[in-house]
Nanobody
Framework: QVQLVESGGGLVQAGDSLRLSCVAS????????MGWFRQAPGKEREFVTR????????NYIDSVKGRFTISRDNAKNTVYLQMNSLKPEDTAVYFC????????????WGQGTQVTVSS
């Protein structure tokens, strides 16, 4: 069965950096758009970023533009989220997602990894 396994979360101070990784198994990775969502305590889950199957196109929410970078390595079935200049408002559980090319939704979700940014 398909699995998306995130890693790299943790507790950091404001201004620090973290890199999240998500390894996908049991799917043809290059056929999927990959992305990240996050959910902060008491808030709804929100889209953060996505990257197309080739890595040629990316999208970000405004609050992370210039600070976060999504990338992927299709040979390793892995998507990354480099997070720089972290802010306390970035504190959330971060979820990796996969959506088949040509569809509008997300087919698979990971279990999430906690990112906590202290002020």
């Amino acid at each position: 069965q398909v699995q998306l396994v995130e890693s790299g979360g943790g507790l950091v101070q404001a201004g620090d950096s973290l890199r999240l990784s998500c390894v996908a198994s049991e799917l043809t990775f290059s056929r999927y758009t990959m992305g990240w969502f996050r959910q902060a305590p008491g808030k709804e889950r929100e889209f953060v970023t996505r990257i197309t199957w080739s890595g040629g196109s990316t999208n970000y929410i405004d609050s992370v533009k210039g600070r976060f970078t999504i990338s992927r390595d299709n040979a390793k079935n892995t998507v990354y989220l480099q997070m720089n200049s972290l802010k306390p408002e970035d504190t959330a559980v971060y979820f990796c997602v996969a959506g088949i090319r040509g569809s509008t939704g997300w087919n698979y979700w990971g279990q999430g990894t906690q990112v906590t940014v202290s002020s």
